[in-house]
Nanobody
Framework: QVQVVESGGGLVQAGGSLKLSCAAS????????MGWYRQAPGKQRELVAT???????NYADSVKGRFTISRDNAKNTVYLQMNSLKPEDTAVYYC???????????????WGQGTQVTVSS
């Protein structure tokens, strides 16, 4: 079983920056993709950015050029650097780790509890 814990949320003014961190722990064969999702009040959870073990990234169009996802495989940690924040970025941000317990295992998802990001105008 893999657990993930997020940190780094908070309140920031529009145009400001925040950096989120997420550490995955637990014994497993491989942690493949890691990523960030967010959910604003009254809206569905949406993808923000993902990164695979080789460093390939994927971003939502709404955050391209402003957010950067990175990963430290040795520490099983993923980061999200958020710059030029906008009020519409306000949401609970969730970390996801997709892992396998064995080589031929189907992927499993572990989610964090979420961290609040609030951007004031």
């Amino acid at each position: 079983q893999v657990q993930v814990v997020e940190s780094g949320g908070g309140l920031v003014q529009a145009g400001g920056s925040l950096k989120l961190s997420c550490a995955a722990s637990g014994s497993t064969f491989s942690i493949d993709d890691m990523g960030w999702y967010r959910q604003a009040p009254g809206k569905q959870r949406e993808l923000v950015a993902t990164i695979n073990k080789g460093g390939r990234t994927n971003y939502a169009d709404s955050v391209k050029g402003r957010f950067t996802i990175s990963r430290d495989n040795a520490k099983n940690t993923v980061y999200l650097q958020m710059n030029s924040l906008k009020p519409e970025d306000t949401a609970v941000y969730y970390c996801n780790a997709r892992y396998r317990r064995a080589y031929f295992d189907s992927p499993n998802d572990s989610w964090g509890q979420g961290t609040q990001v609030t951007v004031s105008s």
